[in-house]
């Protein structure tokens, strides 16, 4: 059964890893054998997503974007299995600050009751800008997400906020995020994959500018990258390696993907072996 840690907690567990000179590594999920596996590997933290859900349905991430589903609902029906099935490791939980209905003391007090311990707040920025500004304007829109990431701070819940540019990078690690991702939209590779006409060295310069718009507000922030063409080990390692980045967080990357390869080869290597005979 997975442990709740508070954020000062979960800081010092990153905190120490990063002292050692080790990259960190944060998954997403969508069941409890893949946090099992994700736990016995070395995984920093853990992230239970609602785009992991569809992509363990055969779909591809953005399949979440559309009106299929809650999901804050899929946050708290996956749960239990993925607590269940972690032993030492935080969880946190991809969740949307979006509904009205549901004050965010009240959602995030509900996610601690759940066995989670941090936030990785749903990204409304990957709607694009013409959306956001008209959810803004009824209230449902960035700022919330912004509202959400301050309400963790102050209930010592970790945040873990994607940015899509330098501002938002900033603008979170004011609200108090204990960590920053760089987000280029969904992951590359596969067989679902998305198309993305951002080059890998393109994500590397832009993720460093918002890690330093991020470290000008916070120096003590945790940096991680994600998403678009950093699709494996080796495009994050390049990552790593050219910016500030503490870390690298795994959408498809770290599951999708790695499904997809080991299901077609072994089922290959049935096929092939059983030919023999």
């Not at 990957?126 to 829109?141: E, F, H, L, P």
């Not at 899509?164 to 992951?187: D, K, N, Q, Y």
Request: aromatic share 6%; glycine share 10%.
């Amino acid at each position: 059964m997975a442990k709740v840690y508070s954020a000062d907690e979960v800081v010092a567990r990153l905190r120490k890893v990063i002292s050692t000179g080790a990259p960190l590594f944060v998954p997403n999920c969508g069941s409890g054998l893949t946090a099992k596996l994700q736990e016995m590997g070395g995984s920093d933290m853990i992230v239970i997503s609602g785009t992991s859900y569809w992509r363990l349905k055969g779909q591809g991430s953005l399949a979440a974007l559309m009106p299929n589903s809650d999901i804050n609902q899929i946050v708290f029906d996956l749960a239990p299995e993925i607590v269940a099935n972690v032993k030492d490791t935080p969880i946190l939980s991809l969740s949307g600050a979006f509904n009205p209905l549901i004050p965010h003391k009240d959602h995030l007090r509900r996610l601690r009751d759940a066995g989670v311990s941090g936030i990785n707040p749903f990204m409304i920025k990957i709607y694009g800008d013409a959306t956001v500004a008209q959810m803004d304007n009824i209230g449902i829109g960035w700022k919330r997400e912004v509202e959400f990431v301050e309400a963790a701070a102050n209930e010592n819940m970790f945040a873990l906020a994607y940015a899509f540019t330098p501002e938002e990078a900033r603008v979170l690690a004011e609200a108090g995020a204990h960590a920053i991702a760089t987000h280029f939209g969904s992951t590359v590779g596969g067989i679902t994959g998305a198309a993305s006409k951002i080059t890998l060295e393109e994500a590397t310069e832009r993720s460093q500018e918002m890690f330093e718009a991020a470290l000008a507000a916070n120096p003590d922030i945790i940096l991680f990258a994600h998403g678009g063409p950093i699709e494996g080990p080796r495009q994050a390692a390049h990552v790593m390696h050219n910016t500030s980045a503490h870390g690298f967080i795994g959408g498809s990357a770290a599951e999708r993907v790695p499904i997809e390869k080991a299901v077609l080869a072994i089922t290959k290597e049935y096929k092939n072996a059983l030919n023999l005979y």
